[in-house]
């Protein structure tokens, strides 16, 4: 993995060693035993599990108590079912994360977690950097400039805003409406998408700001969320 930011959004420190996991929950691939075996593990080593929903729901519960028994002695990042633990039942998280060419979305609410692949940064970062100069348009200030070169640049902006947006929303959200309808949404980004205001995207397939259809807030990382949680009364 050659992101450290990405790393350490998810809480793994790049700069020690760490063993990765990826694919799905199977007794084929023998997840279930190398997370039995981490107790083994030399402590310097953290353990990354990058796994996909389980085939079954008898392996579902061996994942379940062996996690559960990996982190009782070695204490780490949460995991999904710790996840759904922190939240209420009107609550979805949406966690973005970029790459070039193609780029991930969870999808994690009380009683379910699914994975959504999206088009690549390449595809999605020029978008989202139109849709902010856009948004900064009325508030730049130009000298000597005339009312008339300010009402025509201010009018272009805003076209540039309602063909970004658009385009913007069928990108991150357009495969996701039946999740989202109606829920307080926890959205966290990744790059471009961080200092993004979801807010102003459309309802997928309507022209209503999603902030009309959903509540919302964004956190710059899980951790933050368990945090803001952890101060609540």
Request: include cysteine.
């Amino acid at each position: 993995v050659d992101r450290p930011d990405l790393l350490r959004k998810h809480g793994v420190d790049p700069t020690q060693p760490y063993v990765l996991f990826v694919g799905r929950i199977t007794r084929q691939k023998g997840i279930v035993h190398l997370v039995r075996a981490i107790q083994h593990f030399h402590p310097g080593f953290q353990v990354v599990l990058c796994a996909g929903a389980p085939d079954t729901p008898e392996i579902a519960t061996e994942m379940h108590q062996a996690v559960a028994a990996a982190q009782a002695v070695r204490p780490g990042p949460l995991s999904v079912t710790d996840i759904q633990a922190l939240i209420d039942p009107d609550t979805v998280l949406l966690e973005y994360s970029l790459a070039p060419t193609r780029s991930f979305l969870w999808v994690i609410s009380k009683t379910g977690f699914r994975t959504v692949e999206l088009p690549g940064s390449i595809q999605i970062a020029p978008v989202a950097l139109k849709l902010r100069e856009s948004l900064n348009e009325r508030s730049r200030f130009i000298k000597f400039e005339t009312p008339e070169a300010k009402n025509a640049r201010i009018a272009q902006a805003d076209r540039q805003f309602a063909e970004s947006s658009k385009t913007l929303g069928g990108l991150l959200l357009g495969k996701i409406e039946g999740d989202i309808q109606g829920k307080h949404l926890v959205i966290v980004g990744d790059g471009p998408l961080l200092s993004l205001p979801f807010s102003v995207l459309p309802f997928p397939g309507t022209d209503q700001p999603l902030v009309t259809r959903c509540e919302l807030s964004q956190r710059p990382s899980i951790s933050a969320l368990v945090a803001t949680r952890a101060d609540a009364p």
